[in-house]
């Protein structure tokens, strides 16, 4: 099973504000099969990021992925106040298909 | 538009049977594999089981295998998990997801509680 690391787990920032949040990998992940999802308590998740890089339907280019076998990183411009919720990365290379424990972005 | 909506979540003793519904709606159905992800109060995500579109294919968690059995009516445009044996562990949101490894559109849960 691949587990997910992310760090760090809570970031306080401000709105306006860029932030780099980061996945790490214990193994490879397969073919870069890495989503990133945002999360409100209490709601569904929303998908982001697939592939490592490629955004979902309907997602602002704020929002961008990169990364690459075992370290990957979700980047957010401009942080606006709707972005403060949790963020979770997913690989699905290799069943079973892991989460990451999760980043909550906190209004400083 | 896209629109997934659970239900036959509840309260269950431990050792019981739950059946959750994920009733699919604004796409064509079977196109599309769907999964079963949940989420314990105040934890993180966890992948549950897959189908994928005509059901001839299916995957399980270690931590769900052999007790829960994902299935799908795609007359009825409807995804189901037949959960067995429940444990105090299973206590969560259940989330219907569309896709197999992805999902792109998710429902707003069910909430399972396995208590004695």
């Known amino acids: 099973e691949i587990v997910l690391t992310q760090s760090p787990g809570t970031l306080s920032l401000s709105p306006g504000e860029g932030v780099t949040l980061s996945c790490r990998a214990s193994q490879r992940v397969r073919s870069n099969y890495l989503a990133w999802y945002q999360q409100k308590p209490g709601q569904a998740p929303r998908l982001l990021i697939y592939g490592a890089s490629y955004r979902a339907t309907g997602i602002p280019d704020r929002f961008s992925g990169s990364g690459s076998g075992t370290d990957f990183t979700l980047t957010i411009s401009r942080l606006e106040p709707d972005d403060f919720r949790v963020y979770y990365c997913q690989q699905y290379g290799s069943p079973p298909y892991t989460f990451g424990q999760g980043t909550k972005l906190e209004i400083k | 538009e896209v629109q997934l909506v659970e239900s036959g979540g509840g309260v269950v003793r431990p050792g019981g049977s739950l059946r959750l519904s994920c009733a699919a709606s604004?796409?064509?159905?079977?196109?599309?594999?769907m999964s079963w992800v949940r989420q314990g109060p105040g934890k993180g995500l966890e992948w549950v089981s897959n189908?994928?579109?005509?059901?001839?294919?299916?995957g399980y968690a270690d931590s769900v295998k052999g007790r829960f059995t994902i299935s799908r009516d795609n007359a009825k445009n409807s995804l189901y998990l037949q959960m067995n044996s429940l444990r105090a562990e299973d206590t969560a949101f259940y989330f219907c997801?569309?896709?197999?490894?992805?999902?792109?559109?998710w429902g707003q849960g069910t909430l399972v509680t396995v208590s004695s």
């Open positions: 997801a569309r896709g197999t490894v992805v999902g792109d559109y």
């Open positions: 189908i994928n579109w005509n059901g001839g294919s299916t």
């Open positions: 604004g796409f064509t159905f079977d196109d599309y594999g």
